[in-house]
């Protein structure tokens, strides 16, 4: 019997590890990983799609290693190095990390306005307010952006004493990450209309991609 670790396939897109063992069909399915075709001994289990392990993850700059007497498997990425693309702003100071495919993105520079609560001359508090932009919006079909709202200290800690409010949103906007200079934050409902892409930009921003720099 042939016994191999594979990666099975599934159609819900999730990535389980797997022993492989037994008869398999063969296969002409072409694995591609960030664009550039892979060989591997690909087969089919079942009607599941498999793929070595160690092919995947090396291809992916990371190192395999197998326990036989622990029976582990170990993989080690340099996480930051494969696969991403980082926008680094030093004027604000943060560093945003987005996957590969964002490669050629733009930023959108506009300004954030706040009505100061209670002020009969309706002043305006203000800041910036930076969108990071992917590469295949187009006019005609945007997509989803990155919005990131920069405050100073003292005006975030004003919005959060509700000594002005942005919006006519219930809910401020989250803080992201912040510095010893600013607070950068994401707006409340800022995919409001549901364009393409804002399950992406979601998931992107459940990685907890922005961190903040010195």
Same mark, same amino acid.
């Given at each position: &019997?042939?016994?191999?670790?594979?990666?099975?396939?599934?159609?819900?897109? *999730?990535?389980?590890?797997?022993? =492989? #063992?037994?008869?398999?069909?063969? %296969?002409?399915?072409?694995?591609?990983?960030?664009?550039?075709?892979?060989?591997?001994?690909?087969?089919? *289990?079942?009607?599941?799609?498999? $793929?070595?392990?160690? @092919? @995947?993850?090396?291809? +992916? !700059?990371?190192? *395999?290693?197998?326990?036989?007497?622990?029976?582990?498997?170990?993989? %080690?990425?340099? &996480?930051?190095?494969?696969?991403?693309? #980082?926008?680094?702003?030093?004027?604000?100071?943060?560093? /945003?990390?987005?996957?590969?495919?964002?490669?050629?993105?733009?930023? $959108?520079?506009?300004?954030?306005?706040? +009505?100061? *609560?209670?002020?009969?001359?309706?002043?305006?508090?203000?800041?910036?307010?930076?969108?990071?932009?992917?590469?295949?919006?187009?006019?005609?079909?945007?997509?989803?952006?990155?919005?990131?709202? #920069? /405050?100073? @200290?003292?005006?975030?800690?004003?919005?959060?004493?509700?000594?002005?409010?942005?919006?006519? =949103?219930?809910? !401020?906007?989250?803080?992201?990450?912040?510095?010893?200079?600013?607070?950068?934050? +994401?707006?409340?409902?800022?995919?409001?209309?549901?364009?393409?892409?804002?399950?992406?930009?979601?998931?992107?921003?459940?990685?907890?991609?922005?961190?903040?720099?010195?």
């Amino acid at each position: &019997m042939k016994k191999k670790l594979f990666i099975a396939l599934g159609l819900t897109g *999730v990535i389980a590890a797997s022993i =492989a #063992v037994g008869a398999y069909a063969a %296969t002409d399915i072409k694995l591609f990983i960030n664009g550039k075709i892979i060989n591997a001994d690909l087969q089919i *289990v079942d009607g599941s799609s498999y $793929v070595p392990l160690r @092919v @995947v993850s090396e291809s +992916l !700059g990371a190192d *395999v290693k197998w326990d036989g007497e622990k029976r582990e498997i170990s993989i %080690t990425g340099q &996480m930051g190095q494969v696969g991403q693309t #980082v926008y680094e702003n030093t004027q604000y100071g943060f560093r /945003f990390t987005l996957p590969d495919s964002w490669k050629g993105y733009t930023i $959108v520079t506009d300004k954030w306005e706040g +009505l100061s *609560v209670g002020d009969a001359q309706g002043d305006k508090v203000s800041g910036a307010k930076l969108s990071i932009r992917h590469p295949e919006w187009t006019a005609k079909q945007p997509r989803q952006d990155i919005p990131i709202l #920069v /405050f100073t @200290v003292d005006q975030w800690n004003e919005l959060q004493q509700d000594k002005f409010h942005i919006g006519a =949103a219930p809910i !401020g906007p989250s803080e992201l990450t912040r510095n010893d200079k600013y607070v950068f934050a +994401l707006p409340a409902r800022y995919y409001f209309a549901f364009p393409d892409g804002y399950q992406e930009v979601e998931d992107i921003l459940k990685s907890k991609p922005i961190q903040p720099m010195k």
